[in-house]
């Protein structure tokens, strides 16, 4: 069983477009995150979502939108996709209060063409 | 927002041999934790060293942390080509979150 998962895992778009990433947990967990890795690897937190209230948000242009429906998702929105949001984007979860330990989903590669 | 920042970019070691990676960072935390990230994988969780401990073992792991000198080591004895991956250090402040380096990339040879 997938403990974190991501849809889709591969996205190729065009410059201008709007796109959706889906993220779901099923540790139960009361936290999710997004992270965006670039193309040199670097991993920055974008966002975290404590029982489905924003509680980080990093310096991120306002193009993407966090929801979280319920505790077990959080989904990332990107309006007018630039060529420099092609990274690889990965959600993660953990229990605050708990072992601290974050889960990472596969990530979704995304490609701005 | 503070970061951890591995020192070597890039490491290559033959089988058998030991791995050492560094990480420094800058404020304080509460608890330092090492990740793994396979080629074109998500992050996978190695091991927490808290702020109060100096020395964890886990497995062919050892971590230590040393809060005065803002840094932890990760050393990886008697590597296998298995162990071929990029291994990223991340504080955890403030309850929530944890800021990542760039990763130091291990590349093990048979």
């Known amino acids: 069983d997938t403990a974190v998962s991501q849809t889709p895992k591969y996205l190729v778009t065009q410059m201008g477009n709007d796109k959706s990433i889906k993220c779901e947990q099923n540790?139960?967990?009361?936290?999710m995150y997004w992270y965006k890795q670039d193309s040199k690897k670097f991993l920055k937190i974008m966002f975290s979502?404590?029982?489905?209230?924003?509680?980080i948000n990093e310096t991120v242009p306002n193009r993407f939108s966090p929801k979280s429906p319920d505790k077990a998702h959080l989904n990332l929105h990107i309006n007018s996709l630039e060529l420099g949001d092609s990274a690889v984007y990965f959600c993660a979860s953990s229990q605050v209060g708990g072992t601290y330990e974050q889960y990472f989903g596969p990530g979704t590669r995304l490609t701005v063409t | 927002s503070q970061q951890g920042e591995e020192d070597p970019q890039a490491l290559s070691i033959q089988e058998g041999e030991n791995a050492t990676m560094n990480c420094s960072y800058k404020?304080?935390?509460?608890?330092l934790q090492w990740y793994r990230q396979n080629s074109g994988r998500g992050l996978v969780h190695l091991i927490l060293i808290r702020s109060n401990e100096r020395e964890k073992h886990s497995g062919r792991l050892r971590v230590t942390l040393d809060t005065s000198k803002k840094s932890s080591s990760l050393l990886i004895t008697a590597s296998r080509a298995a162990d071929t991956a990029s291994y990223f250090c991340?504080?955890?402040?403030?309850?929530?979150?944890?800021?990542f380096g760039k990763g130091t990339s291990l590349l093990v040879t048979p």
């Open positions: 991340a504080v955890f402040f403030l309850g929530y979150a944890l800021n």
């Open positions: 404020t304080s935390i509460n608890n």
């Open positions: 979502y404590n029982n489905k209230e924003l509680i």
């Open positions: 540790l139960g967990h009361d936290t």
